[in-house]
């Protein structure tokens, strides 16, 4: 047998050998069983593979917002904005409260009753000093009605060198004078010491500059928006035509008035 035909024998057998392993049962239903099985693995969860962890990464709706900083958005000035205005407007409020209260207060000073008490004539002469005691006016130099006015005088002769007591405990006086509108002009007598005549002796000090004559009294009144009120004056006359030094320092620095 010649080499060509071994050779083609053999070619024979090998082709023999591909077609049984081809057409053999067993092999055609795991050859069949291929493309079902992996159908049916995907349909079965209990065979599909999940990866064994998941990455979910949320993509911001503006990312080039979310990466600016806060001075380049709006909504960051805008908290910026409100922290710093609070303090302000705590501020303003505290300023406008101020601001009307003294308002208010000035109005009321303005518009409210003012006593004023002073002699009827600063001029009179010592030969008008006899029973009737020194003459004083009251008068409401305000804007609206003095309520409940009530006026404690008290007068004294004293010593050129003496000081006023400018105490009411020893000749003392009030007088009630109710309601005073304004403008409103009452008289009043003030006795004191001077009542119920000056003696001659007295009279005599005055003439000579020995002696002069302190009346001082307080004012009170209530006015029309519920406050209450005073004042105070002193004055002295001396009748001696040449002058004379008078210990009266603490009678002029009697002189005050409430401001409220």
């Known amino acids: 047998m010649s080499l060509s035909d071994r050779v083609f024998k053999l070619e024979q057998v090998i082709h023999d050998i591909k077609r049984q392993l081809v057409h053999t049962p067993g092999k055609q239903n795991e050859a069949g069983i291929g493309p079902q099985g992996a159908s049916n693995q995907e349909r079965d969860p209990a065979t599909r593979q999940l990866p064994s962890t998941l990455h979910v990464t949320a993509t911001p709706k503006n990312s080039q917002q979310a990466d600016d900083p ?3 958005s709006i909504k960051g000035w805008s908290g910026i904005f409100q ?7 705590i501020a303003y409020a505290v300023v406008t ?6 308002l208010r207060k000035n109005f009321k000073i303005d518009e409210r009753a003012w006593i004023e008490a002073r002699d009827s004539d600063p001029n009179f002469m010592l ?3 006899k029973t009737a005691g020194v003459d004083m006016f009251v008068t409401n130099i305000g804007k609206t ?10 007068s004294e002769i004293l010593p050129k060198a003496v000081a006023p007591s400018l105490s009411f405990r020893a000749n003392g006086a009030t007088t009630e004078m109710g309601m005073l509108f304004q403008g409103e002009k009452s008289r009043v007598v003030v006795a004191g010491s001077l009542a119920p005549d000056i003696s001659e002796k007295e009279r005599l000090q005055l003439t000579s500059g020995e002696a002069y004559l ?10 029309i928006f519920g406050g209450s009120h005073w004042s105070r004056f002193c004055f002295y006359r001396s009748f001696y035509n040449s002058g004379s030094s008078i210990n009266a320092r603490n009678c002029t620095n009697y002189n005050d008035a409430d401001s409220s």
Do not use: E, Q
């Open 83 to 89: 922290i710093v205005a609070v303090p302000f407007a």
């Open 97 to 102: 409260y101020a601001m009307w209260s003294d």
């Open 127 to 129: 030969s008008n000093l």
């Open 70 to 72: 806060w001075y380049k």
């Open 145 to 154: 009605p003095a309520l409940h006015v009530a006026l404690s005088t008290a």
């Open 214 to 223: 302190a009346v001082w009294g307080t004012a009170t009144w209530d006015d």
